[in-house]
């Protein structure tokens, strides 16, 4: 595969539709992008394929789609507001703020240089600050209620564990998924869309009794790393780092993250923690209510009850679609392909009459279109030269190209185009969406 810079990947975002970068007409927001028609596009093929995987095609996991904001109590119960801080220093100089964790040993030294504007010895000592967006629920902030926008989508599942038992009759093992954003006042944001302050994430809340956490924890690692496989990550630039005790979340005895090796650096792309149950038992002691689960035991014929225990596998998707941008490029000379998984691309497929001006072309060929569109996410392309249109198809990732040419018009056949090996067959039209869907999947 190509190796790939940043500035390549952005530059290709920017230019294709698929990330632009927030309020740009402004002068932009820092660390803020808007997904475009085709980012829109790739993250909700993502989205589907993981709830199809994770959810629909598995009997012990149900949905839910929780509030972004909560009483403000759910974060006391979780330890957010106590302890979801992070140390930084700051320049008394140009008051620019850096996360402790970011810089070396060196540069926190009284000696040191700032990291942004250079001044020696201006770096204050390490201060703790809340990463939690604080905001105010009322008319007047006054006598406003304060809330917080949530840092994570754990707790809605948490909070909800009693509803869910009681509609689903679910019994342990079994789990909750969440697809949502976050929000967290990151001190140094960047990479573009790696690290930012609001992002969205694919989460899954897997209640075990305490004796089988170990089984679920391997159970849920290798399903981490069939994900990875199936959206088109190399596995090969894929790291398993044990998170020691002193880096892990206080609700953690045992965290994995999925390192993978962006162009900036190996960094967190994935995590994988064991919760214990430290989040039930907290919100029933705060809120009062009974949140244990209930189990019938065989020996004794009655019921135990007790708090299950937690295994939390987490997906980012926006470092997901960076991943799986990275990856999929690749250059062959003048020719810029987007090697997506089919499933994942924008466009499935793309309509092309050989000729814009030979009306019966365009005719043929738009009854194509609209017949395909039923089925697949489809592209029309009327615009320059066929081999233009190609080379724009292979820069967005359409795996097919269709096109109509005089001879369809005589043999009810056209030319099917395939984007990674740029070979071309002859397919009937009336077998047209049969052989996509055979190749897309």
Known sequence: ??????????????????????????????????????????????????????????????????????????WEASGHLKRFKDPLVECRSCHERFKVDDLSDKEISDLSECPSCGTKGELTDPKQFNLMFKTFLGSAEEQADEVYLRPETAQGMFVNFK??????????????????????????PGNFIFRTREFEMMEI?????????????????????????????????INEAEVPEDERAHYSKRTIDFEYKFPFGQKELYGLAYRTDFDLKNHEKLSGKNLKYKDLDPLVGGEKEFWPHVIEPTWGIDRTILAVLLDAYYEDGDRLVLKLKPKLAPYKVAVFPLLANKSDLVKTARKIYENLKIDFSASWDDRGNIGKRYLSQDEIGTPFCVTVDFESLETKDVTVRDRDTTKQERVKIKDLSKYLKDKVG
């Open 1 to 74: 595969m190509t190796e790939v810079s940043m500035d390549k990947i952005i530059s290709l975002a920017k230019r294709r539709g698929f990330v632009f970068p927030g309020s740009e007409i402004y002068g932009g927001l820092a660390n803020s992008w808007d997904y475009g028609p085709l980012g829109v596009e790739l993250k909700n093929n993502i989205k589907n394929m993981w709830w199809r995987q994770f959810v629909q095609e598995r009997d012990d996991i149900v949905g839910l789609d929780s509030s972004l904001i909560m009483n403000s109590k759910v």
């Open 163 to 188: 509803n869910i038992l009681d509609v689903s009759r679910k019994k342990i093992p079994f789990g909750i998924a969440q697809i949502g954003r976050a929000f967290r006042n990151e001190i140094t």
């Open 205 to 237: 809340e897997y209640f075990v009794a305490e004796k089988d956490w170990k089984k679920y924890f391997e159970h849920w690692r290798e399903r981490i790393i069939d994900w990875i496989e199936n959206v088109g990550i190399n596995t090969k630039k």
